[in-house]
């Protein structure tokens, strides 16, 4: 008998001391140290399932699994999934208004990669692009105007311009284009007033102007600068 009577005793220690995911706290109960999530006043990893505007599991101290995130009004500000404490796979992100802000993919190691596409909070196209591995900008991308009009585009090589890029106006007029060079600019450039008229065009090498360049005024007429 008195051995049964240990045996709980134990147990029911047991129970009171070791975490639970039968817990269930906010993110307010909850402090950050050293990238790892505790409740407030212990010092062992909080395991359980967190309520209010972030919902989602944590497990010793990482989030894990499904996550969603509400803004303070309710409306659904982003959701995606966790592993060991990272971003993983599909997440999408929305403006205030419920329009989608951005949606992409993370790697196992908890940086974008692959195509992301980014919205204005009306709905318009903002940007869309690749990340290499390193989350770095790769390959061409696109970005527009508000008014949805094109606003740039080019490609990128490791997170730098490279190559050619071209600029217009929110009407759709051609702004400027020239080549880039390890994110700087080489060659000739040419640029234009948003009425179409040239406005300078010259050379760039070794990320200094050289040779003759020309200016003219929003007329069309010289600039004698």
Known sequence: MK?????IVILFLSLFSSPSWSETLSMDDLVERDDLYYKKFTDVP???????????SIKDGMRTGEWITYYDQGQLFHK????????VGKWVTYWDNGQL???GEYNKNGKRVGEWVNFYSDGQLWKKGEYNK????IGEWVYYHLNGQLWKKGKYKDDMKEGEWVYYYDSG???????????????EWVSYWDNGQLKYKGEYK???????WEYYNKDGTVDNQ
Do not use: A, M
């Open 206 to 212: 070794d990320v200094k102007k050289v040779g003759k």
């Open 3 to 7: 051995k049964l009577t240990s045996i």
């Open 173 to 187: 007029q051609l702004n400027r284009k020239g080549e880039y060079k390890d994110d700087w600019q080489e060659g």
């Open 80 to 87: 995606g999934k966790y592993k060991d404490g990272k971003k």
């Open 134 to 137: 390193n989350t770095n900008r």
């Open 46 to 56: 909080f395991t359980g399932e967190i309520t209010g505007k972030k919902q989602g």
């Open 101 to 103: 802000w951005f949606k």
